[in-house]
């Protein structure tokens, strides 16, 4: 079969839509279609029905489903032990959504060139819908994800509990104030948490990013709440304030790695993950 078909149905299956798929693939739509009707004739069988909001699976598709992640695992395994550099063992990709790359996945990077020299590596970094496909069908073997979509041939363990925490520039901030609390959307749990807390306000400015939201209070002042891990330069230089009566949010990481990886190089690796994720989580609770 040619991998590009089982890759094509994984795409329609995470965006929902043989349109969306097509965007995330950077191909025609008439490709997505055509690639899906080769599928179908394989099998034998169809495997989505189409309708205006999108593409649902059938019965044969959510079979195919189970199966799928694990064919492309397997390809992207033979490409990976293939590719070695010449003096190494293997090749380990690892790879994080936007927000955990400063500083997680970067001092678990040092963690593995220091810890296993004899181990090349591949970083990714992207958004999570994108990040958690590439683990799923075995293009990233291991990765650190923020609320982690369940999907076939994934393992999925919590990783630690960020804590989010008010911080502001003004000293004597006791309280979000509309006119200067930037509301960072950490997500759904965070949303409902943040609305029992503080019915009452309704800030002028909303972000999705927590690095520029953090950039924008350090440039323009205010308030937010934010990762406690990254606040800590900001805490010591006296740049940023934390009021310790104000509510802190649980924020879980989970560390996400494909079912097929290479058990001996990802067991070590994540080994390695989890010492530096207890070693930041020490140093924040520093600050409190």
Same mark, same amino acid.
């Given at each position: 079969?040619?991998?590009?078909?089982a890759? /094509?149905?994984?795409?329609i299956?995470?965006?929902g839509?043989?349109?969306?798929?097509?965007?995330?693939?950077n191909v025609?739509?008439?490709?997505?279609s055509?690639?899906?009707?080769i599928?179908?004739?394989l099998l +034998?069988?169809?495997?989505?029905?189409?309708?205006? %909001?999108?593409? /649902?699976?059938?019965?044969? %598709?959510?079979?195919? @489903?189970?199966h799928?992640?694990?064919?492309?695992?397997? *390809?992207q395994?033979?490409?990976?032990?293939?590719?070695?550099?010449?003096?190494?063992?293997?090749?380990?990709?690892?790879?994080?959504?936007?927000s955990?790359a400063?500083? @997680?996945l #970067?001092?678990? !990077?040092? *963690?593995i060139?220091?810890?296993?020299?004899? !181990?090349a #590596?591949r970083?990714?970094?992207?958004?999570?819908?994108?990040m958690?496909?590439?683990?799923?069908?075995?293009?990233?073997?291991?990765?650190i994800?923020?609320?982690?979509?369940?999907?076939?041939?994934?393992?999925i363990? #919590?990783?630690?509990?960020?804590?989010?925490?008010?911080?502001?520039?003004?000293?004597?901030?006791r309280?979000?104030?509309?006119?200067?609390?930037i509301?960072?959307? *950490? %997500?759904?749990?965070?949303?409902?948490?943040?609305?029992?807390?503080?019915?009452d306000?309704?800030p002028?400015?909303?972000?999705?990013? %927590?690095p520029?939201?953090?950039?924008?209070? @350090?440039?323009?002042?205010?308030?937010?709440?934010?990762?406690?891990?990254t606040l800590?330069?900001?805490?010591?230089? +006296?740049?940023?304030?934390?009021?310790?009566?104000?509510?802190?949010?649980?924020?879980?990481?989970?560390a996400?790695?494909?079912?097929?990886?290479?058990? +001996?190089?990802?067991?070590?690796?994540?080994a390695g993950?989890?010492a530096v994720?207890?070693?930041?989580?020490?140093?924040?609770? !520093?600050?409190?």
């Amino acid at each position: 079969m040619n991998i590009e078909l089982a890759k /094509t149905f994984i795409a329609i299956v995470s965006t929902g839509s043989f349109l969306k798929a097509s965007e995330r693939l950077n191909v025609a739509q008439t490709t997505v279609s055509a690639r899906i009707r080769i599928l179908e004739q394989l099998l +034998g069988r169809d495997l989505f029905i189409r309708h205006k %909001g999108g593409a /649902t699976l059938t019965p044969a %598709g959510q079979q195919f @489903l189970h199966h799928a992640p694990m064919f492309i695992q397997l *390809w992207q395994r033979t490409l990976h032990q293939v590719a070695v550099p010449p003096g190494r063992r293997a090749v380990l990709t690892v790879g994080s959504e936007v927000s955990l790359a400063q500083p @997680l996945l #970067l001092n678990w !990077i040092q *963690w593995i060139r220091e810890a296993h020299a004899d !181990i090349a #590596l591949r970083v990714r970094v992207d958004v999570p819908k994108d990040m958690i496909s590439h683990v799923a069908s075995g293009e990233v073997d291991l990765a650190i994800m923020y609320a982690p979509q369940h999907l076939p041939g994934l393992k999925i363990d #919590l990783l630690m509990e960020e804590k989010l925490v008010f911080a502001t520039t003004d000293p004597k901030r006791r309280f979000p104030d509309n006119s200067d609390y930037i509301y960072m959307d *950490w %997500g759904a749990e965070f949303t409902l948490q943040h609305e029992m807390n503080f019915p009452d306000v309704t800030p002028d400015i909303q972000m999705d990013l %927590g690095p520029l939201a953090l950039n924008y209070i @350090l440039s323009a002042g205010g308030s937010g709440y934010f990762r406690l891990s990254t606040l800590q330069p900001y805490v010591a230089s +006296g740049k940023l304030h934390l009021v310790p009566e104000m509510p802190m949010f649980s924020y879980p990481v989970y560390a996400v790695q494909s079912i097929n990886a290479d058990r +001996g190089v990802a067991d070590a690796a994540l080994a390695g993950l989890h010492a530096v994720a207890n070693s930041k989580a020490e140093r924040s609770d !520093i600050l409190l």
